[in-house]
């Protein structure tokens, strides 16, 4: 079983559609969980990271993280065809180790 | 957000030679930086986690005396690409960890014809 899940997509939405992004981990222990995106040829940057229960936000993205569940979302409220690119989620079992990373939603916002 | 450097963006060697990428996080000092790899159309792979004046630790099935690590100091870790072939060719690309957050570098092209 892959540690941390991601619907690959692509996933399209439209033009100022909000755009809703998933992920699974496997792993109760984890602590902190983060949302990346990547351009294509790019390499990935940090959008937001979340630790606790709940909604996150931050401009037009929010995150939430339901730790019972093991799940955490990203949503992109007001999306643009900027926005259009890969979505990596990633895991940190504690605060020492490595992230593992989901393998990306590819995201297409429609103009 | 902290700024990760890698050098060079893009290389594109003979097949048998070596190539060297070098990481450097420019604003803050990483005890742990990461080692990418990743194929078109393919998720980032980890190649090995190189902590500051101790052996990198590989992932299984990544051959340490092929790509060599060295983290001599705590903003420079270096990757060598050693004999490198055709199917070394790939995006290579350095994270810093920065506390609680994980930084990439913009990634360097390595093409072996």
């Known amino acids: 079983q892959k540690e941390v899940e991601q619907n690959s997509g692509p996933l399209s939405v439209p033009e100022g559609a909000i755009a809703s992004l998933n992920c699974t981990y496997s792993d109760r222990g984890s602590q902190s969980f983060f949302w990346y995106r990547q351009y294509s040829g790019k390499s990935p940057e940090l959008i937001m990271f979340i630790y606790s229960n709940g909604d996150k936000e931050d401009g037009r993205f929010t995150a939430q993280l339901n730790k019972a569940s093991q799940y955490v979302s990203l949503l992109i409220r007001d999306s643009q065809p900027s926005d259009s690119a890969t979505y990596l989620c990633a895991v940190n079992h504690n605060y020492g180790q490595n992230f593992v990373f989901g393998p990306g939603t590819r995201l297409s916002v429609l103009p | 957000g902290a700024v990760v450097s890698q050098h060079p963006s893009r290389v594109i060697c003979k097949s048998g030679t070596s190539v060297k990428i070098e990481c450097r996080s420019l604003?803050?000092?990483?005890?742990?930086m990461f080692w990418y790899r990743q194929f078109p159309k393919q998720s980032l792979m980890l190649m090995a986690t190189?902590?500051?004046?101790?052996?990198?630790?590989?992932e299984q099935g990544v051959e340490k005396d092929k790509f060599l690590i060295n983290h001599a100091s705590l903003t420079l870790s270096t990757l060598t690409v050693t004999s490198a072939h055709p199917e070394d060719s790939s995006f290579y690309i350095c994270s810093a960890k920065a506390v609680n957050e994980q930084f990439f570098g913009p990634g360097t092209r390595l093409t072996v014809l």
């Open positions: 190189s902590n500051e004046g101790s052996k990198a630790t590989y």
């Open positions: 604003d803050f000092q990483a005890t742990t």
